[in-house]
């Protein structure tokens, strides 16, 4: 987790489980959340910008760099929250403020600090000078328990406390202007970075232990920061091959490290080897801490948690179809199909992220478009990316056509799926043959979001 600066410098330099799914639902299906009801009053003001930041006198800007704070960190958060990556009216967020209002209970801060979820997927929560904290879903689908939620919270609740996104903007101020000595309050001989982390994660275990989390459970946000913890495997193998097309093993790429994928990354590798400085601090430190009573993993029922992390793994399927990652929109359906195998939602998911993989595939561009990033971030979803990429636009056209057969035979009757099966029988024969699911569509569904493409394609025959 870090001060959310970096987007500070390019700026500069340039209650309630409304349409909730119950698990029950997640069995069969999932509809992605989508934002209702009336805008709240705390989003519409980080979109008007009338926030206010507050500072320390004794910090040593002038008072035109703190304008330009406040800009670029309005700026910022402006275009986070219109862009419409930020939830409100929805499970996730009702659910996180929850437990930071646990943290914050008998607080003053209680009325500084509200917290946000995102659409980001990413593992990180970030922190802003106006006490908007905001924690990514990329985070929420992979923690293991409540009380590792309170803590990346109450981490985030600390940099707030200890003013760290304006102690970093001081930093970044007096290094571009070369005045940067040891006098400086801002910048050390040290790196502030990491003293701004550990002093966020000392400060955050005090927050949990007046709140009875566990806070032993720190340790393991960490590592999971890292990438350090089990992952699901995926048998895309057997789930990818149909009567068309078998995936064999040696189409595999196995044995496959996703360090084969990277690039050499000073400033990721930097980030890690700062997390496992705070880690072994942190452990160091709560060894010192005697056992305290009546430590808690849940305050609220154990069984909200596990709701709310697995439709943040939901969106992380449909965020990431709606950004143009397929690939990674199809792993994590594929790893979410361990527990919901008969899911509507992620069978027809996969079929609609294969066919844009598919396309890409048949434009030769696949490679420049998906692998140039080489950002990788574990074995399995290195494997899977491996796997794709080396495939022949034959094979795939083979695997892809037949997959999306396959699974039309169980959902015919849904628009996602025909107009789907529709345009892969497009691709990978021709119009002649897709005629006729493309004229299902519109006599099915004439209020469809393909309707009027589908009529186009119909009417140049």
Known sequence: MTIRFQLLIVVFCMSSFLSCPMFGQLIDD?????????????????????????????????????KQFDIATEHALRKIFQNGNIY???????????VGDHILYNSNLKNDITFFVSRF???????????TIIINIGLLAKLENEAQLAFALA????????????????RFVKKKEGTTTTNQPFVQNVDRTLIYELEADSIAVDLLSKANYNYHEGSKVLRILKGDYEKESIDFMSYLSSDKFEVTQKLLCKPISYRDYMESDDVNQKAILLTDIRQRRLIQRLSRIDIQPNLRLYILPERLFQKVKAIAHFEMVEQS???????RSTYEALVLLNTYPNNKYLNIKIC??????????EMSIMNRIFFDQKRIEDDDYADFCCFINKMEQNDMRKMVSG???KQYQSYSSDDRMLITMAKTIEAVHDMKYAK????????????GEHFISAMKKLEQL
Do not use: C, M
């Not at 509809?31 to 008007?48: D, M, N, T, W």
């Not at 997927?121 to 006490?131: C, L, R, Y």
């Not at 179809?321 to 690939?327: G, I």
């Open 30 to 66: 999932y509809s992605p959340i989508a934002l209702k009801g009336e805008v709240p009053a705390e989003f519409l003001k980080r979109i008007k910008n009338n926030v206010k930041l507050e500072y320390d006198n004794s910090l040593r800007i002038n008072s035109t760099q703190r």
């Open 403 to 405: 997959l999306v057969k």
């Open 436 to 447: 006729s699911y493309y004229e299902r569509y519109v006599k099915l569904f004439p209020e």
């Open 121 to 131: 997927n990413t593992p990180n929560a970030t922190t802003w000078q106006d006490g």
């Open 88 to 98: 409100f009216n929805d499970p996730l967020t009702d659910y996180v403020r929850k």
């Open 321 to 327: 179809f709606r950004a143009s990652n397929f690939l």
């Open 352 to 361: 609609e992220n294969l066919y844009y993989l598919n396309s890409y595939n």
């Open 155 to 170: 981490h985030e609740v600390s940099h707030f406390i200890q003013q760290h996104p304006y102690l970093q903007y001081g």
